[in-house]
């Protein structure tokens, strides 16, 4: 098997944690069942003291006095209990520290056997499975040991998140998000803004089978097709976003404004909040839902869309529908996304009849990613512009 690119602990930060973990171990059992300082460490009388000193002592020290003093510890704890999974962890460790790599793997086994819930058992783990190239085994590892520490989630979800580069990650980790473990949140959060890799995010949000329906996870989905943007994948995250939405795409995406549960860039996103803020709301003579617009201080965004367009000649068409002839004006714009050139804009400056208005623009190779947005007229803050339905871009 070829050596995996899995980020790993390092073995520094492992004993680290080892020593903390080991130190609050025994310094928590001294309250719990305090011994007489004449007995020593020897004439402690709970299995899980002695373990946990035996843990201290080779975490703290190298000597082989001390040594066969945290064996001696082990030894008597697990004869006491012979499912003292400290102290098969403390074997392990001596083991380690005399070389004895054989008898290290089989007693962290046999300390996980006995409880998968000790981090410093997982994380060795962890380590030893990553040096053998066993992509399987690492990531069981990394499951295991983020679903019982929370707190170690900060650290090993980046490391989870650069190792998605590689195709063998991406693979091993599928099984695990099928289950949709309890830090999928924070690993796709941290996916969605670090990732390198476009074509991985698909494979992995699709593990999960988020559920558009659902605010958190739509925006997640979102976050995603944003990302895979940003890496410069139009293609891929266009295909990806037809694939969740599972019915036919049109040019422009709700364009009469009824559905309602947009996400991502490929829909709208409206922008409601603020004094410049616009919202779906019931038109007066019964057809359906519109845009309602609202001024604010000053010439606002209040409503855009990513467009994937190929390259030629369109038309973009809407009702425009101010409230009063001194009403702030609103505009549509189509933009380029990769120099920002106005492409076209339809706006009214006076109350409509009804009548749809209509712009002709031009697609260029170099256009081929745009976006449409929705602005008002901030010269008269707070009052309300009039609303917009029926957007529609044709392929002329």
């Not at 520490?149 to 693979?171: F, K």
């Not at 996103?269 to 617009?293: C, M, P, T, W, Y």
């Not at 965004?301 to 973009?316: F, H, I, N, R």
Request: glycine share 8%; proline share 5%.
């Amino acid at each position: 098997m070829r050596r995996m690119n899995m980020p790993t602990m390092t073995g520094t930060v492992l004993v680290g944690l080892a020593v903390a973990w080991w130190s609050f171990a025994v310094t928590a059992k001294q309250v719990l069942d305090p011994v007489r300082p004449s007995i020593g460490l020897l004439g402690m009388t709970s299995s899980q003291a002695q373990a946990g000193a035996a843990s201290n002592l080779v975490a703290s020290v190298t000597g082989k006095a001390e040594r066969e003093k945290a064996r001696r510890l082990a030894a008597t704890a697990l004869d006491r209990e012979p499912g003292n999974a400290t102290a098969a962890r403390a074997m392990a460790f001596v083991a380690a520290a005399e070389g004895r790599q054989a008898s290290f793997k089989a007693w962290l086994n046999y300390a996980e056997s006995l409880s998968r819930r000790d981090t410093i058992t997982q994380l060795a783990l962890l380590e030893i499975t990553a040096a053998a190239s066993d992509m399987a085994g690492t990531l069981r590892h990394y499951n295991r040991t983020m679903l019982v520490n929370v707190g170690l989630r900060d650290t090993l979800v980046p490391i989870l998140v650069s190792a998605t580069s590689d195709p063998e990650a991406v693979r091993g980790l599928v099984p695990f998000l099928q289950n949709r473990p309890a830090w999928w949140p924070q690993f796709v959060g941290a996916l969605n803004a670090r990732s390198t890799s476009p074509s991985t995010i698909p494979i992995i949000l699709q593990s999960l089978r988020l559920d558009t329906t659902n605010q958190s996870e739509a925006s997640a989905l979102g976050d995603g097709l944003s990302r895979m943007l940003n890496l410069g994948d139009r293609e891929g995250a266009f295909a990806f976003y037809r694939k969740i939405r599972k019915a036919p795409v049109s040019l422009l995406r709700d364009g009469s404004f009824e559905q309602g549960n947009s996400f991502g860039p490929f829909e709208w996103a409206i922008h409601e909040e603020g004094s410049s803020a616009a919202s779906r709301q019931e038109r007066a003579d019964g057809r359906g839902l519109a845009l309602f617009v609202a001024s604010g201080d000053s010439d606002t965004t209040v409503a855009e869309q990513v467009l994937v367009l190929k390259p030629g000649d369109y038309s973009l068409s809407a009702l425009i529908v101010p409230d009063a002839e001194s009403s702030p004006p609103m505009s549509i714009r189509v933009r380029c996304q990769a120099s920002g050139a106005e492409l076209t804009k339809l706006s009214s400056m006076a109350p409509s009849s009804g009548r749809i208005e209509h712009a002709r623009f031009h697609i260029s190779e170099q256009c081929q990613l745009a976006r449409i947005m929705i602005s008002v007229d901030g010269a008269s803050g707070g009052q309300a512009a009039g609303w917009i339905d029926d957007i529609a871009i044709t392929r002329l």
